[in-house]
């Protein structure tokens, strides 16, 4: 079968899912100025054309700096905020407006090659932001440099609904006719949570946000995020990024993602795979450990078939699962099952015997593992067992590092051992649960 036949079938429940929902993206200046920002602008021009409402923030920190460099002007920041008296205020305004220029010429260049040829596409940008005078802060007089007081929701709802695409700027205007420069980071923060969008997407230099060695973070809560940002300190990038995500979830937006524009493909990998190619800041559980029904059979068989194969399972038919299914416990993650096990109370005694503990490679060393041992325990001590058997050919230790002990047939009650199977002379090991 060709892969992207198969990657469709995989993505046409995200296509669904996806479809009239409203979805933040905001790119740095750094992002624009990438030479993936080509990929970039067409999967936006995808994601429009698959039913997306899409509102696209813009940064433009390194086109201001240029400007600032030829004209001979230091840069001045307190608190990682530009300063911005009136000559920068210039080199802002003729960053961010020829910036603009560019990304809707870009948007309508690449039409021809993209999803939505032949149909017409609008790029809408306007004064659709109120902004606010920072002020003075630590006796630091920001001048120029403010905040989003307020996002003309019903404006752009009203633009979204016909089928335009929504532009916003770092700038924003006040009541009175002052322009102020505005950090694109909290313009999409606060536009997602005025609108209440489905998504905010972040587009960072990195994959997404990275752990003390240097791996992916795949998912985190927004209680987890205070911990990262002390890691990361406030000077970096992925410290706005991250916090920006977590206050974007704290006020009401289901999910936030950090996503690479360095990356081709990024951002189409994160809304139409499960495992994604980012960081997912959600409020919502990812994954939930449940016990199993019969609708998981399908799920369970696409799961435990290869190990079966490979003769690290025992074999078990559709009927013979349909007729188990109330003794195996699962992890679903978006409506997959990744992870199962399954406890068969033994005859005659009070013991219990842990069987089919089985998990996605994809998924492996996340500690799904430990979850359904946990489970497994507590669903044998709520029915009265006092021990646990294990048979395993391959796990022995994952095991023994989790309390269980050398056991022997000759200590399995009777009803498991007349069932053992020397030819697979599997390991046996027991765990008491008192």
């Not at 210039?90 to 910036?99: F, H, K, M, P, R």
């Not at 999409?188 to 609108?195: E, F, G, V």
């Not at 990024?241 to 206050?247: N, P, S, V």
């Not at 194969?309 to 990744?338: C, K, Y």
Request: glycine share 8%; aromatic share 6%; net charge negative.
């Amino acid at each position: 079968m060709p892969e992207y036949v198969n990657w469709l079938r995989h993505a046409s429940p995200y296509i669904n899912a996806h479809r009239d929902c409203t979805f933040v993206v905001m790119l740095p200046g750094d992002g624009v100025e990438h030479p993936n920002f080509g990929n970039i602008v067409h999967d936006l021009v995808l994601l429009h054309s698959l039913g997306v409402r899409l509102i696209l923030v813009h940064g433009s920190r390194p086109q201001i700096e240029a400007r600032l460099h030829a004209r001979g002007l230091e840069p001045r920041y307190h608190e990682g905020l530009r300063i911005s008296d009136a000559a920068t205020l210039e080199c802002v305004i003729d960053a961010v407006g020829s910036l603009r220029l560019a990304i809707e010429a870009r948007l309508s260049m690449d039409m021809a090659s993209s999803p939505m040829q032949g149909s017409r596409l609008r790029i809408v940008s306007g004064n659709l932001v109120t902004a606010k005078p920072i002020g003075v802060l630590d006796g630091v007089d920001y001048q120029h440099t403010g905040e989003v007081r307020r996002i003309d929701r019903k404006g752009i709802n009203r633009l979204l609904d016909e089928r335009a695409i929504v532009l916003l700027s770092p700038i924003g205007y006040s009541p009175t006719g002052e322009i102020f420069n505005l950090a694109c980071e909290d313009v999409a923060t606060r536009a997602a949570i005025d609108l209440a969008a489905d998504k905010l997407l972040l587009f960072g230099a990195e994959p997404g946000l990275l752990d003390a060695e240097g791996r992916l973070v795949r998912e985190i809560s927004p209680q987890q995020v205070p911990a990262h940002l002390q890691r990361l300190g406030l000077a970096s990038y992925q410290s706005e990024l991250l916090d920006a995500a977590a206050q974007a979830c704290k006020g009401g937006v289901a999910r936030s993602h950090i996503v690479s524009y360095a990356e081709n493909g990024a951002l189409l990998s994160e809304l139409f795979t499960r495992a994604g190619s980012g960081t997912l800041v959600a409020q919502e559980q990812f994954e939930r450990v449940r016990e199993a029904n019969i609708e998981d059979v399908g799920g369970l068989i696409d799961l435990i078939s290869p190990l079966e194969e490979q003769g690290i399972l025992v074999r078990r038919s559709r009927e013979v699962l349909e007729r188990e299914i109330e003794h195996f416990s699962v992890v679903e993650r978006e409506g997959m099952i990744i992870a199962c096990a399954a406890l068969y109370p033994i005859a005659d005694s009070e013991a219990g015997e842990l069987a089919c503990l089985a998990v996605n490679p994809e998924y492996r060393h996340g500690g799904r593992g430990d979850e359904l041992l946990e489970r497994i325990e507590e669903r044998a001590r709520a029915a009265g067992l006092k021990n646990l058997f294990v048979l395993t050919t391959r796990t022995a230790h994952w095991f023994r590092e989790r309390g269980f002990a050398p056991s022997g047939v000759e200590r399995l009650p009777a009803a498991r051992a007349s069932l053992y199977n020397f030819q697979r002379n599997s390991k046996i090991f027991e765990k008491s649960l008192v």
